[in-house]
């Protein structure tokens, strides 16, 4: 059984920094691709960083430069380093894996991010 727990969400104020961890148990994050996705009121889910299991990365245009996604191996753990954060970066963010064999999306259950203006 495949399970996602995020943690690391909060309060901040703008320009402020936070870390989000996933951790994963029933799937190896090495070997598959990751990513964090995000969705904020009123508005559609969106793609904001990914971590192909061959460790190539990509963020969406909204969070280059100030978003960091990275992989722990050892730990099974995925990160996302959030710098300089704005007031529009206020969301629900989830960790979504993509197993290769099964060809299934997990998703975990989210954690809350708000930055203050």
């Known amino acids: 059984q495949v399970q996602l727990l995020e943690s690391g969400g909060g309060l901040v104020q703008a320009g402020g920094s936070l870390r989000l961890s996933c951790a994963a148990s029933?799937?190896?994050?090495?070997?598959?691709?990751v990513a964090w996705h995000r969705q904020a009121p009123g508005k559609q889910r969106e793609l904001v960083a990914r971590?192909?299991?061959?460790?190539?990365?990509g963020y969406a245009d909204s969070v280059k430069g100030r978003f960091t996604i990275s992989r722990d191996n050892a730990e099974n753990t995925v990160y996302l380093q959030m710098n300089s954060l704005k007031p529009e970066d206020t969301a629900i963010y989830y960790c979504?894996?993509?197993?290769?064999?099964?060809?299934?999306?997990?998703w975990g259950q989210g954690t809350q991010v708000t930055v203050s203006s």
């Open positions: 971590v192909s299991r061959l460790g190539s990365t």
């Open positions: 029933g799937i190896r994050f090495s070997l598959n691709d």
């Open positions: 979504t894996v993509h197993d290769r064999w099964s060809t299934n999306n997990y």
